[in-house]
């Protein structure tokens, strides 16, 4: 474990993520909120395990990111993982409270908005997450929308995800993404995902066939001197997915639900998916792991591409 030279910001290195860096091997930055608030221990620990080690196949480093007592870690050691996996009550971090987690010395899991301010910050390019945030339905009377959106037109991150949740509106996502100018690629396939299933209905914006042709992309956009980042949408394997219009009626459900029990804000995404788990008789998740490690494998395949 490294400690960062910065007088101000309390930031350690893993000893693997040091490693990596000293050797500039490629790296793959990870959130710490699908441990803390996706799923319960231990298959929150079994998965983040999983993760690390396809990343690690595929021959890049994994750097799973939090703030822990109010230092920020870049990488964490084994019985850090096991230990934030048992952690109740991890604090949920995105780009408005990260700073103040650090300076109150709290602990707390990163969000996507987090996890990009915090790899951009460690000079990590590819970040792997299961799904961004979005717009929120209803959001025109709400004005829920996720901070994910804006860090990804502002920090320059190639997040792989399986689109944005299911649980949001994907149409209305994709505009702001589109209209905050982020580059929205679908991996090998025309139809834009959504999260558990294969196809949203939409057509993708950009579609690329290879993580080299990604990688490519991304160097063109840098010569060009284009901020922000690249949103890589990973349709989840076909063997894993559950069908747009079964998921539609669970989400419908959920949302009902919701709305009956006034949930706002930072606890819809956590509600929502607590209430898909028992809908679909635990089907949800066991498609949301499969779907972060294939963007795992993505994500490591892009990082490699990047650095050759």
């Given amino acids: 474990m490294t400690k960062a030279i910065s007088p101000l910001l309390p930031i350690v290195y893993s000893g693997e993520v040091t490693a990596a860096k000293a050797r500039n091997a490629p790296i793959v930055a990870l959130e710490s909120t699908i441990i803390t608030h996706g799923m319960p221990y231990p298959g929150n620990l079994e998965m983040a395990r999983s993760v690390e080690a396809i990343i690690r196949q595929q ?23 096991e230990a934030l996996a048992k952690y109740k009550g991890a604090m949920k971090l995105s780009r408005a409270d990260i700073a103040f987690a650090l300076a109150e010395r709290h602990t707390g899991a990163t969000t996507v908005a987090a996890t990009m301010i915090a790899a951009a910050r460690a000079g990590i390019s590819v970040f792997a997450t299961g799904g961004i945030g979005g717009v929120h339905r209803g959001a025109e009377e709400t004005f829920d929308i996720s901070a994910d959106l804006e860090e990804l037109a502002r920090t320059a991150v190639i997040v792989v995800s399986a689109g944005p949740k299911a649980i949001l509106d994907i149409p209305k996502t994709l505009e702001v993404l589109e209209t905050r100018g982020v580059p929205v690629v679908t991996y ?19 579609t690329l066939p290879s993580p080299a042709a990604i990688a490519n992309f ?8 284009l901020d922000g980042g690249m949103l890589i949408a990973n349709p989840v394997p076909l063997a894993d997915e559950i069908p747009r219009e079964e998921m539609e009626i669970y989400i419908g459900r959920a949302l009902a639900n919701a709305e009956r029990e006034e949930v706002t804000g930072k606890n819809v995404t956590p509600f929502l998916l607590d209430n898909l788990f028992h809908l679909t008789n635990g089907r949800s998740l066991k498609t949301n792991i499969a779907l972060v490690e294939n963007n795992a494998r993505l994500a490591a395949e892009i990082a490699v591409a990047m650095n050759g």
């Fill in 59 to 81: 021959g890049a480093v994994p750097a799973t990111i939090a703030v822990l007592d109010g230092v920020l870690h870049i990488g964490l050691e084994t019985a850090q993982i």
């Fill in 218 to 225: 991304q160097r063109m956009r840098e010569q060009l001197g």
């Fill in 188 to 206: 090998d396939s025309e139809d834009f995902p959504a999260f558990w299933s294969r196809s949203s209905g939409l057509s993708s914006p950009l």
